[in-house]
């Protein structure tokens, strides 16, 4: 059993919450997972007991034994969803139930217990209402919220642990990339991939992203400001970048990006844009596009635009790729139309700004 269905939340306020004046300086240029707010979520499980002990409490250490399973096998998985100010000052966040469903896909791939999504969707809204003076304002403001779990069993044989602590922490942010909405340049990784066939790669685990910590240091090396990998079978085809998913719009107005065929992390936000792009009439394939069809594309003009989606990064152009042969532009490398008005369609929805044809947004406040 998971138990949790109907866990209810202790709230226990911070004593000692930042003051307005400190907020307010923290909250003016907030950058990306820099600061914190001054709560947290904490939900324990144990097996045959399943989740219990829910409480809203101030963010603060948590004291973890040396044998803690996950310090050891990495046994940890995350989310990240955001929560945005509306026009008449409410508080939604963005499809939240995706979410809930991809954290216990993910729990499931990495053998932890699935989070009832009562608990889920009530942990975020917990947190939101007690910190909700740290969601900044302004057009690329919001507060970031990452919910994630981990095997917190004293063990150090390999099995799945018989212990898990979940946690919900906040972080108010501005853009990802420090740039602010200008095109990004990528390295086509020679030697890492991400993940193999029957990996992990469309988990959102931890192990994930140490895995790539190489790769993206060799993209900076290059000065680059993302990795992109390749498929680890062929070394051929186009996977992901480092955080975000792919898109390339093409001269008939159409676009592709790769498919879901376990390696890559199924991106809430490239569903989103799928989606919004065939209500507007435009083709979208889910295919194999190889980084040949790409550089080839990109010289003839079929290739007229690229972007990397994600929640951090929302819609990004993509606007130089680098490789060991070389490197090539995207058109000219600046910001391409069509992004751009993806981009504004979407984060009009997601501010409650503009009609929201799927229902994405929920609200919170
Ligand atoms: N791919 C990876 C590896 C990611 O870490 C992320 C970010 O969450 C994404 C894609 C985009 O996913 P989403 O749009 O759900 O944020
Ligand atoms: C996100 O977009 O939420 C991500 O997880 C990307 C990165 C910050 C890990």
Known sequence: MSGGDNLEFEIRPNPAPVGDAERAALLANPGFGRIFTDHMVTVRYADGKGWYDARVEARAPIPMDPASAVLHYAQEIFEGLKAYTLPDGGVAMFRPDANAARFNQSA???AMPALPVETFLRSLHEIIEIDR???PQGEEGSLYLRPFAYASEVFL?????TEYLYLVI???????FSGGVKPVSIWVSPDYTRAAPG???????GGNYAAGLSAQAEAAEHGCDQVVYLDAVERKYIDELGGMNVFLVFDDGSLATPPLTGTILPGITR?????LARRAGRRVEERPISLDEWREGAASGRVREAFACGTAAVITPIGTIRSLDGEFTVADGGSGEVTMALRK??????RGRAEDPFSWVHRVL
């Open 157 to 161: 044989g390999v099995r799945p642990a």
């Open 199 to 205: 990996g992990t790669g469309a988990a959102k685990c």
């Open 271 to 275: 569903d989103s844009v799928i989606k």
């Open 108 to 110: 499931e791939r990495m």
């Open 133 to 135: 003076g740290w969601i």
């Open 345 to 350: 369609e979407l984060v009009d929805i997601q």
């Open 170 to 176: 906040a972080s108010p942010v501005g853009p990802y």
